[in-house]
Structures are given as C-alpha cells and as structure tokens.
C-alpha cells in the first residue's frame, strides 16, 4: 500500500513486521536479556506530563535548528543502525536520500550493509553525513577505517562507548535456537564474531586518539547512561554526547535516557544550554511530543534507530521523508498547543517530571 495509509512513526513497525523476514525482524526488534530497558524507553516519556500555556499567539512555530553548525529540519537525526540492508536491498543508501529530502542528518554504522563509499556517493551535493566507530582491538585497523571516513567526507565522528561486549538478545537467540537448520549464521557464531571487533579495553583517552585520526571535525561520545560520564566527556574533549542505552540492546535495566537526561539537568544544568557541548539523547523516541519533551529537558536534539530503518523497509527513502513529515506535523502541533513558537523556549518549566 501507498505510504500515505501511514499516520504515526509507530506504524511504519506494524507495516515492517509483516515486510521482513524473521531473521531481520529479531535482529532489528529485540532488546538485551528481558527488554526491560527498550520498553522503558518508551514508557518513561509517558511518565513525563505536558503543563501547557495558553492565549500566547503561536501562529508560527519553527522546527527548525541546527545539530553541530549542520541545520535541520527538525531537532532529529538518524542514529547509526547497523546492517540495514536486511530490510531493503538499497540499506543505508536509501536513508541517505531519504534524509537529504527531509533535510535531517544520517549518522551511518560501522557495520553498515552499504560501504561508506557508496554512501557518500548517494550523499546529495552538501549533504552532511557523520559517521560511527567501533573501536578494534587492532587500533591499525580502527586507525584505517577512521581515515577512510574522513577522506570520504564524514561530518562527524561518533565514539560509541556502551559496547565493550554485545547484549545478550535474548528473544533473538531463541529464534534462531527454534530454527537451528539454518545453515549460516547461527546467533553465536554472530556474537563471537562480534566480540572480537570490539575493544573492550576502550578509554577516555581513546577521545584524543580518535581526534587525532579526524582532524578538525566534532566528536561525539554515543553511550552515556550516567550524568557523571558526561562531565568526563567534556573534559576529555567530545563536541557532544548521546545519553543512550543502545535502544536498550546492551546493559538491561540501564536507565531510560530520558532519566539520564533528567538526572544531568537535576546536577550539572551549566553542562547543558550553550556550554560548548552538545546534548542528545536516543531510545525509544517515535512521537513529536518526545522530541518536545527531551528539549524542554536541554537535549539539543534526539536521535532515532528503528523507526527509520521500518520507515526505510516499506518505502525507501520515501519512508523516511514521510517520518520526519509526521514528527515535524507532530512537532508543530504540540509547540502551538504547548505555547511555544521557538525550540529555544522550551523549559523544565513545561514538564512534570515527579513520576519519571
Ligand atoms: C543499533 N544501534 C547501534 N548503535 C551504534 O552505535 N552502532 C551500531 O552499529 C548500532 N546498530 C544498531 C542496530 C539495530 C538494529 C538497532 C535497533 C540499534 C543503536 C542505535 O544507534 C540507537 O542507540 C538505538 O536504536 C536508539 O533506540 P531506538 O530509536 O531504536 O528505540
């Protein structure tokens, strides 16, 4: 069906599930051990209540902003989600476009199913892209990858800090242990493999090493689940920092980034707000009302994972400019109805916040 039968982010899920196949729906869907940070996630930002404003003439809000000097659409970018190619044959490179019709910025995974060479040949003429690393125990081979993506023209470098060793998945493991004849690519083999390309011995001096590599470009530390790390981060010279528990893919029970967020705002607010580094936080988002939400927090902008690659699985890159079409719509609507017309008015002042 056309994707004007999609009205919310969520549906493109329930569209995706039908598209894809069992191997890349668990691979796409799950969450480490019993899930209970990817549903928090999600379920935090419902406990989390608007307190609007009214008669406050918010006939023009603007969306509008800009993600380390890029501008944007929305204050929305796509995180870095590995192997999108399971889902439709065009992988990343549909994101790609997708993203410069909408005007958002891509971040591409390490273990893209498109090499970044392709990538950043679909990339439209400006078009700013950043790129994520894994860091390999053979620093050789990070070093070459990271060169690579500088040369081929990446934005940005992002770090990603909370995967010294893979989550356990659970539901994915059981799937594949239900369907033990499939010949290639049995959970364990996937996680062993996986394993050995992640440096557990990973640290904040690697920050250097990495600016080192990308002279010039902002660094990004993806991965904080705790306010203190945050400090450290800047200290050690990141340009910005993603709270996020990996979708909820890594350590379960880690808290919601919305809780994390909270907690840096409740402890170091001057970390926040124009202080040199930027804030995002990623997880769970899928309704312009969230996005609202992290801002009225100091999140400069969010990220979102698995509703841009169910966008991307029916439609290409059709999907993801009709995602950011409805968050934007979702978005607009809720700055009128929450008495805003600009995202740097947003404030704690809009949120209660007593049952996060
Ligand atoms: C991810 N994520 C991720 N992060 C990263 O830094 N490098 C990667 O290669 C991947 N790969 C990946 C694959 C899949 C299938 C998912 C769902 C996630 C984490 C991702 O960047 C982001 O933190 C979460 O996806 C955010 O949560 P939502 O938006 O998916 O709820």
New binding site residues.
């Given amino acids: 069906c056309g994707v004007d039968s999609v009205v919310s982010v969520p549906d493109f899920e329930r569209y995706a599930r039908d598209l894809l196949t069992d191997d890349a729906w668990y ?4 969450g480490a051990d019993a899930e209970h940070s ?1 549903h928090d ?2 379920a935090a930002f419902q406990r989390v209540r608007f307190r609007p404003r009214v008669f406050r003439n918010v006939a023009e809000p603007d969306t509008s902003t800009t993600i380390l000097g890029v501008p944007s659409a929305i204050p929305i970018y796509v ?5 999108n190619g399971l889902g439709q044959p065009d992988g990343e490179v549909a994101v790609t476009r997708g993203a410069a019709d909408a005007g958002i910025m891509q ?1 591409v ?4 199913s498109k090499s970044f060479d392709e990538i950043a040949a679909a990339a439209k003429e400006g078009q700013k892209i950043g790129w ?1 690393v ?1 860091l390999h125990p053979d620093r050789e081979n990070s070093a070459k990858a990271i060169k690579h993506a500088v040369e081929l023209g990446a934005a940005s470098i ?1 770090i ?1 800090a ?2 010294a060793i893979l989550g356990k998945r659970e539901r994915e493991r059981h799937m594949h242990t239900k369907r033990e004849e499939i010949p290639h690519g049995t959970p364990m083999s996937r996680v062993k493999k996986t394993y050995a390309t992640h440096d557990p011995s990973i640290t904040w001096d690697d920050i250097a090493w990495v600016k080192s590599l990308a002279p010039g470009l902002p660094i990004i530390v ?2 904080i689940g705790a306010w203190e790390d945050v400090v450290l981060a800047k200290q050690y010279g990141a340009d910005a920092v ?1 709270l ?6 890594q350590l379960d029970t880690a808290a919601s980034p919305l809780k994390t967020l909270y907690d840096l705002h409740q402890n170091r607010p001057d970390l926040l707000h124009k202080a040199g580094l930027e804030v995002y936080i ?5 309704r312009g009302t969230d996005v609202l939400k992290a801002l009225c927090l100091g999140a400069r902008a969010v ?7 169910y966008a991307a699985t029916g439609w290409g890159s059709e999907g993801v400019e009709k995602a950011v079409m409805i968050l934007q719509e979702e978005m607009d609507i809720g700055m009128k109805l929450l008495g805003v017309t600009r995202l740097d008015q947003l404030g704690p002042e809009y949120l209660d916040c007593s049952k996060l």
Avoid at 244 to 249: D, I, K, T
């Fill in positions: 691979y796409y869907s799950t990817m996630n999600m995180s870095p989600t590995a192997r971040v995974s390490h273990y893209a994520q894994y992002w990603t909370d995967t993806k991965g993603v996020s528990n990996h979708g909820g893919r990623d997880g769970g988002i899928t990220g979102l994972g698995r509703p841009f690659i």
